[in-house]
Structures are given as C-alpha cells and as structure tokens.
C-alpha cells in the first residue's frame, strides 16, 4: 500500500497508532487482570468461610455473618434477585436494579445453599476504577500526539534543511560549499553526502556543456565568417555566370543561417537571452518561400501560403528570427516530408500560424510523444531518416519563447500543427 501524505503526516500517525495499540492492550490487560484476580480473591474468601457458616446451620445456630453478607437455605427464603435465575453450584456475580453481589452456591444432599456479599461499594470502586484507566488510555494518545509533533519538528528539521539546501541552484556553481558537512553521520548525513556526489557530477557535466558550447561559437563562427567573405567576394567579380552567382548566393544565405541556428542552439542550451535578429512572421515566410516551394515541387507536392494578417491596423509584431524560421523550417520539413500526394497549407495569423498536411496524420497513442526527444511514432520514420529531433526542438523554443503548440487532425486525412504567439 503507497501512502501518499506528508512524511511528517505520516511519522505522527504511526506514533500515535503504536502508542493508541498499546495503551490499549494494557488498559483491557489491566481491566481484566482485576476481573480475574478479584473473582480469584473472592471465591478464595467465601470457600474459607462457606464451611463455617454451614456448622453453624448445622448446629442450628445463627451464623455470626459481618454486615452485607447473609447465609441462606433452600430457596424458599431466598432475595428476590435470586429467584428465578437457574445459577449452578460455584461463584456467580449478580446485579440487581441498584446493587451487585457476589454468591456463592452449594448443595448438600439436593438442597441448595447461598452465601450472598454485597459487593456495591467495591463494584463502584471498580467502576471509578476503569473510568480511571480509560481516561488514562485517552490521555496518553492525547499525549503521544503532542509529543510526536514535537519530535517530529526535530526529526525532521534537518530533512527540511536538506531539502532547501537542495532546491538551491546556487549549489549547482562549482565553488558552491558541500552539503554534508552541517550534518552529522546519521542517514540525513549519508543523504547529503550522495547529494554531494550528485551535485557534484552535475557541476562537471554542466561546466563541459558550458566549455563545449562556448567553443562551438568561437570555433564555428570564424569558418562561417570565412564561408560569408568568401561568397561576398565571389559575388562581387563580374566573371561568375548567372547559374553560379546563384549558387553561391544559396550558400552564403546557408551560412548566414548557420550562424543563426548556432546562436539560437547556444540560447537554449544557456538558457540566456543573446543578441538576435527581429523579423515578422510574414518577413521570415517570404525569405524562405522559394526554398520550401522547390521541396515540394521536388515531392510533386502542392504548397499554398496564405497571408490573414491585418498588418493595416496592427504593426506587425517582431520575433526572434532564427527561433521562428527553425520552429517554421522543421514542421514546413515534416509536412512535406510525410506527405506523399496532396497538399500543404501554411495559413499566418495575427497570432500566430497553423500547418496543414494531407499526410496519413498523427495515432491517438503517439500525439502524447511526438515532442519527446528522439519519438519517432508507432510507424517511424518513412525513409528510416531523421533522429525524432524536430519536433522536440519545436517545443523546447515555443517553451522558452512563451508559444503554445497544438496538434489536431485534418480531414479527411492528414495533421494540423498550431503556433500561438501569447501577447
């Protein structure tokens, strides 16, 4: 059984569950050991004295009896609480209205004798008694629930010491002090010292993403620099034909995007605003239009884009250029790529934009995994490319940029993807 409450919750619970057992069975142990040994005691009694009373009858003398005791013989004369009750011979308790006896029964040639002894002052004390071990069992749960509360505010105090030391990210710097040493070698310590050891691995693999991704800016941004001269300057001789000044035109816009992707990439990973271009979701569209349509002319594929903004009474608003055309890029590239005949409609919103296709669309099963890194959907891949990155990426910047992304289904077949830009 999985207990869901608070660990505090639960430590003061089981402290008072042990102590309410066993408080409990000492109380009915002790109330029962008293049933036991004063019936004990009592028949002891009136068995020693029982023979006396019956010489005396004998005899036919009075039996000299103490106050609440009598002695009687046969039934006839017999209290009217007696009568009618089928006691065998032995020790019986017996209440009456207002008070409670204690008889003892023999016979002796078929003829029943009595020796009855009020017992209604010791049956109060007895009552008092009990009434006393059940207030006790009550207080000492009461008790137990107010010492376990106090306990458990010591126990646990270092747990929650821990905790907040741990929700910290200033222990994830690398000059940030151990957690362990403000502990004792108890389980917390132990519990801090593999704290320790797994902040400690985090700070290590943090620092290498950090010196890796500093070096790809550095190291990547001084080829692209030599890629984009290059081609500036190519494009600047007058001894280049049409076909290749378009090429190298193609590789310098390529280069230009690299450099973006990059800046973009080492955005997410850092998770730090960095300086990057601002263009309009129309703006972005329009420079990547030609490249899109000779995708889908490559596939036999029809594209249409189609312009909704009102721009006439709203300024176009302005994005991030490289997150937009990568989140634009990989789900124009998908659409495209899972759709073998038909269309692709990309439609841009005031708010944002939508991607239809008339591809065999997207499983119940898989929509809930489509942006889990490297998910690649019940089918897979068409052509066994790709690693299943796309789509997490597209989340990860709609995350970051403050988009909502929505996957519905087209009809009659095919997916639509959705991207809200909040205000």
């Not at 004063?38 to 003398?61: C, H, I, S, W």
């Not at 190519?234 to 990059?262: M, P, W, Y």
């Amino acid at each position: 059984m999985e207990f869901k409450s608070p660990l505090t919750q639960r430590i003061i619970i089981s402290f008072v569950v042990l102590t309410t057992v066993v408080s409990g069975l000492f109380s009915f142990g002790l109330m029962k050991a008293i049933d036991i040994v004063e019936k004990d005691l009592v028949t002891a009694e009136l068995n020693r004295r029982f023979p006396e009373f019956m010489g005396e009858y004998k005899q036919g003398e009075q039996p000299n009896m103490d106050l609440g005791t009598q002695f009687y013989s046969g039934t006839e004369d017999i209290p009217y609480f007696l009568r009618g009750l089928d006691l065998e011979p032995g020790f019986h308790e017996v209440e009456s209205e207002e008070s409670s006896f204690h008889v003892m029964i023999k016979k002796e040639k078929e003829r029943p004798f009595f020796l009855v002894q009020e017992q209604t002052a010791v049956e109060q004390h007895e009552n008092l008694l009990e009434l006393t071990v059940i207030g006790g069992f009550f207080l000492s749960i009461a008790a137990s629930l107010i010492l376990g509360i106090m306990m458990v505010r010591r126990i646990i105090a270092p747990v929650q010491r821990l905790t907040q030391q741990v929700h910290n990210r200033e222990q994830l710097l690398v000059d940030a002090p151990p957690l362990s040493t403000g502990y004792t070698d108890d389980e917390v310590g132990r519990l801090a010292q593999a704290f320790d050891r797994t902040l400690g691995m985090l700070q290590e693999s943090l620092l290498r993403e950090s010196l890796f991704t500093s070096d790809v800016s550095h190291e990547l941004r001084t080829p692209l620099m030599v890629i984009k001269s290059s081609c500036d300057l190519l494009i600047a001789k007058n001894q280049l034909d049409d076909f290749t000044r378009q090429r190298i035109g193609i590789i310098s816009k390529a280069a230009n995007e690299i450099q973006e992707l990059v800046d973009a990439f080492l955005t997410l990973a850092r998770g730090k605003e960095t300086e990057q271009e601002k263009a309009t979701l129309w703006n972005i569209i329009e420079r990547n239009r030609s490249e899109w349509q000779q995708q889908a002319q490559t596939k036999r594929i029809r594209l249409v884009i189609r312009d909704t903004t009102d721009t006439a009474s709203t300024p176009a608003e302005l994005f991030p250029a490289a997150m937009l055309r990568t989140v634009l890029n990989n789900l124009i590239r998908n659409a495209l790529h899972y759709t073998a005949e038909g269309e692709v409609i990309l439609v841009a919103r005031d708010s944002g934009f939508t991607i239809c296709d008339t591809g065999p669309g997207i499983s119940t099963s898989d929509k809930a995994s489509i942006f889990k890194p490297f998910y690649r959907g019940q089918s897979g891949d068409r052509n066994g490319l790709g690693l299943g990155l796309g789509l997490s990426l597209v989340q990860r910047i709609c995350a970051r940029e403050n988009w909502t992304i929505d996957v519905r289904d087209n009809q009659p077949s095919g997916c639509c993807f959705s991207i809200d830009f909040k205000k």
